[in-house]
């Protein structure tokens, strides 16, 4: 079993930073992808940011330029850097693990409004 422990949500103003970790503890494959979604309210689920194990990364065309995906394989953690934040930003962030099968964590609200 996978747990994934995300952290780093808040409020903040546009134009403003932020920085998401997960943590993922329990049985988890080196090969495994790391990412990050969101939902916004009365919207589906997204992909905002993904990051192999080898460390290649996408985005989703909204965020380019302005979030940076990372992780770190010793600590089993990614992280998503995110610059230059808009209203339409504003959503529940989900870490996400998949290798074979996917796992999700709770979520951390993120709000970007003045």
């Known amino acids: 079993q996978v747990q994934l422990v995300e952290s780093g949500g808040g409020l903040v103003q546009p134009g403003g930073s932020l920085r998401l970790s997960c943590a993922a503890s329990?049985?988890?494959?080196?090969?495994?992808?790391m990412g990050w979604y969101r939902q916004a309210p009365g919207k589906q689920r997204e992909l905002v940011a993904a990051?192999?194990?080898?460390?290649?990364?996408n985005y989703a065309d909204s965020v380019k330029g302005r979030f940076t995906i990372s992780r770190d394989n010793a600590k089993n953690t990614v992280y998503l850097q995110m610059n230059s934040l808009k209203p339409e930003d504003t959503a529940v962030y989900y870490c996400n693990l998949r290798y074979a099968v996917q796992y999700w964590g709770q979520g951390t609200l993120v709000t970007v409004s003045s």
């Open positions: 329990g049985s988890i494959s080196s090969r495994s992808t």
């Open positions: 990051i192999t194990s080898s460390g290649s990364t």
